[in-house]
């Protein structure tokens, strides 16, 4: 890990400590929710599935012209470690706090990177490419959208939900878009 070694070695002892107790307390609980749809029509903005709503986005649509299936993944790390989080900071540990934060989020990502390496090596097998991962909160595909990309995935299997204003829960997750195909 580049720069570890700069950290202070009292920080250095914590994070190590943090990651044991994150392992032997069982914080990370990996689940994914998986679909690949085939694109029936893309046109314009409006990129049609096969047996679903179209999504509408202009990344979508001008990244994936060329794919023939769609892949939408959502991965989590389960509410456990954030609630261990919400506890530190509560009792007055910030630092605490922060670095489990930081744990759950290169847990996610790292948990990501994994699932797109299954897809990538599932379309190899076929013949066809990947496109890069799309993440809901890019610039061209907002946030808002979000909902979308969560009726396309069996969410609730994973226990992951929507607030009101397009957050997971838990906070942990993250939705990934993957064109398949002659990228």
Do not use: F
């Not at 930081?102 to 076929?126: F, M, N, P, Q, W």
């Amino acid at each position: 890990m580049p720069g570890y070694y700069q950290i202070r070695p009292e920080i250095r002892t914590l994070i190590r400590k943090l990651l044991a107790d994150v392992k032997k307390s069982h914080l990370l609980e990996p689940a994914i929710a998986h679909q690949t749809y085939t694109i029936s029509e893309l046109r314009g903005q409006q990129l049609s599935l096969e047996g679903k709503p179209g999504v509408h986005n202009s990344l979508l649509s001008s990244v994936l012209h060329r794919a023939r299936e769609l892949a939408i993944t959502l991965c989590t790390i389960g509410p456990r470690l954030e609630r261990q989080v919400t506890d530190c900071t509560s009792q007055g540990e910030p630092l605490r706090g922060v670095l489990l934060d930081g744990i759950g989020s290169a847990a996610v990502d790292s948990l990501t990177e994994e699932v797109y390496k299954l897809i990538a090596e599932e379309a190899s097998s076929r013949g066809y490419e990947v496109s890069d991962p799309i993440n809901a909160g890019m610039p061209d595909l907002p946030i808002s959208r979000q909902w979308q990309l969560l009726k396309l995935v069996p969410a609730e299997e994973i226990a992951v939900s929507l607030t009101s204003s397009e957050i997971m829960v838990p906070r942990k997750s993250v939705s990934i878009v993957i064109g398949v195909g002659l990228i």
